[in-house]
């Protein structure tokens, strides 16, 4: 039971008293997590007969049972209770998502390693298939994305989204190829399984995670993103776009190394588009 829930749909049915309650847990949910019922009613004006009776309407036996489920309340994370943006104005909005987006992808600069995104590089450029796996909303984008850069420049690659098909995939991987996968949390599970059977097949893993994750320790190579979030939790994260960043930073690299191969697919894909949909060069190319 999500109590906070429980209480903000139902305030307009309490009373009087017990919307003092709710009132108190709603605007202070510290406090009301580390009180006791006495501290409670005082608080709230009320008796503790009260507060006994208000904890039964939210589907509590008891007091004590009420904070039990207050602290399970607490695990999912405070920033979730009273979710609110400083403002909501159209002008602050934009400066907020964009100024976090600049600042995920200057502190992703600064940590980035150049030997590790050159030993990466030269693994894809020379993969006979790069299998690119991620899950999830922004993971499942990040292995397509890799996935859009790599095979116009001639890199034979192939993203999934699904466990089982990474699994199988993994399991009919050969030497020469690459395992690429992308978890923003690390804690992909089914993705590092698939990374350890493709080391032990003797298959390269590349990793794009949080370093030290259960996912990073299943990889050989880990290009680790460790990037703070902030607690505007109606934002959407801005780590995506540090991953975005590395993954056009590795698809460069590739480009370079295989410079021949990626200069005729380029141009190939760019005569295609030029004869049957933009009529001249002077679009970008392929998106």
């Known amino acids: 039971m999500d109590i906070f829930t429980t209480i903000q749909e139902g305030r307009a049915q309490f009373s009087p008293s017990e919307q003092r309650i709710a009132d108190i847990l709603l605007g202070d949910f510290e406090f009301a997590v580390n009180a006791s019922i006495i501290e409670l009613a005082e608080r709230a004006n009320v008796s503790p007969p009260t507060v006994t009776r208000f904890c039964r309407n939210v589907g509590c036996q008891s007091f004590s049972d009420f904070k039990v489920n207050l602290a399970k309340t607490a695990f999912i994370g405070v920033r979730y209770l ?53 899950s999830g909303g922004n993971s499942s984008m990040i292995a397509s994305e890799m996935q859009n850069r790599l095979f116009r420049l001639g890199s034979r690659v192939t993203a999934s989204n699904d466990h089982n098909m990474q699994l199988m995939l993994t399991a009919a991987a050969r030497t020469d190829d690459v ?36 996912v990073a320790q299943a990889a050989e190579l880990v290009v680790g993103i460790d990037l703070p979030e902030g607690v505007n939790i109606f934002r959407p994260t801005s780590t995506r776009f540090a991953f975005l960043a590395v993954v056009d930073v590795i698809a460069s690299l590739v480009a370079y190394r295989n410079r021949k191969l990626s200069t005729v697919t380029l141009r190939h894909i760019k005569q295609q588009l030029v004869e049957h949909r933009d009529g001249d060069d002077r679009q970008i190319l392929g998106d």
């Open 82 to 134: 009273n979710p609110e943006a400083k403002s909501t104005e159209p002008a602050d909005v934009a400066e907020d998502v964009i100024t976090k987006a600049q600042n995920a992808l200057f502190m992703m600069h600064r940590a980035l390693d150049p030997v590790l995104l050159d030993k990466v590089a030269d693994r894809m450029s020379r993969a006979e298939m790069v299998y690119s796996f991620g």
């Open 179 to 214: 395992i690429f996968g992308s978890s923003f949390s690390g804690r992909n599970h089914d993705l590092a399984r698939c990374f350890t059977l493709a080391r032990e097949n003797g298959i390269t893993t590349i990793a794009l995670t949080q370093s030290g994750s259960p």
